[in-house]
């Protein structure tokens, strides 16, 4: 454990790609650590990401991303980081029995999405019956029916956000509780709200809902059910985290810990491909800035 590296990113996901690749482009040493859990490899076709115009799977994405990071140098190692320690002016990370150090640290570890007990969910996801992302994949879903699932309070805002691509939107309540001003919203936007549902399944083109006994389908459900924020090993570190469990970071991705940063969904933002390589382009350059310069 006697190398010190500039910079170890976790998550290989596009934001810790992105910033693994910028620093091995300042000719910074790095490590990156991928266990290949990524929420862009549930992506289907992504049709909003730039400069693929008849979209791209997320499992390709990530596949070219990992081929450019490679062709720079950057090595990655598959393991799952267990620990991270502050260490002197640098970080300690714990991966397996071994353990690394580093003179700064960029998490790009993510968040999960909470999805309901659906068998054949995966499939589901690939056919488009369920879309994780409305801000993603909403403009695939125009003019079809719309079913948005979760806690009646939260998941409102997103059936909302749907009727823009949709007049045939309607919230199906996780639980029963629901203040009256969401209600109202509701009926002022024309979102039907049901009861919530007996059974949910997927019949292999479309998910039905069992509702007052009677099954109802829908072309496209939403889950709209909350994340939880991968954000232990920052939290454990001594980093703040909001209410929700995401990371708080200032203009430069910076966590509360000096030399610890975050990017990407672990932050509390647009969860968007976009803005994960943005945050990312943004930590490794200052990281870059911040390290003794590296001239020829």
């Known amino acids: 454990m006697s190398e010190v590296l500039d910079c170890i990113v976790v998550g290989g996901g596009p934001g810790g790609l992105t910033a693994a690749t910028y620093l091995a482009r300042y000719r910074r040493s790095v490590r990156i650590f991928d266990t290949g859990c990524t929420r862009a490899g549930w992506i289907p076709k992504s049709r909003n990401c730039p400069g693929f115009p008849h979209g791209v799977g997320g499992e390709e994405l990530l596949q070219r991303m990992r081929e450019q990071a490679s062709k720079f140098g950057v090595e990655t190692i598959p393991d799952e980081v267990t620990a991270l320690h502050v260490d002197g002016d640098g970080f300690r990370i714990r991966h397996g029995d071994k353990e690394l150090r580093a003179r700064h640290v960029i998490l790009a570890t993510g968040c ?118 991968r954000s232990s090993l920052a939290v454990g570190a001594g980093a703040t985290c909001d209410e929700d469990g995401a990371l708080i970071v200032n203009a430069r991705q910076m966590t509360s810990v000096d030399g610890l940063y975050a990017i990407g969904d672990v932050v509390s933002a647009l969860n968007q491909i976009s803005v994960a390589t943005g945050h990312a382009a943004i930590a490794a350059t200052d990281v870059h800035n911040r390290l003794a310069a590296n001239f020829v």
Do not use: W
């Not at 695939?140 to 749907?162: C, M, N, Q, W, Y």
């Not at 007049?167 to 109202?184: C, G």
């Open 112 to 229: 999960e999405d909470v999805t309901p007990a659906l068998d054949g969910i995966e499939k589901a996801v690939e056919c488009g019956a369920v879309r994780m992302c409305p801000i993603c994949d909403a403009f695939e879903a125009i003019d079809t029916t719309i079913a948005v699932h979760g806690p009646a309070d939260k998941a409102a805002s997103h059936a909302r956000f749907l009727r823009t691509y949709s007049a045939n939107v309607t919230l199906v309540p996780s639980t029963p509780e629901i203040e009256d001003a969401t209600r109202e919203q509701l009926v002022k936007d024309g979102i039907e709200l049901t009861t919530v549902p007996a059974s949910l399944v997927f019949d292999g083109e479309r998910c039905v809902f069992d509702l007052d006994g009677a099954p109802r389908a829908f072309d496209v459900m939403y889950p709209m059910m909350g994340l939880i924020s």
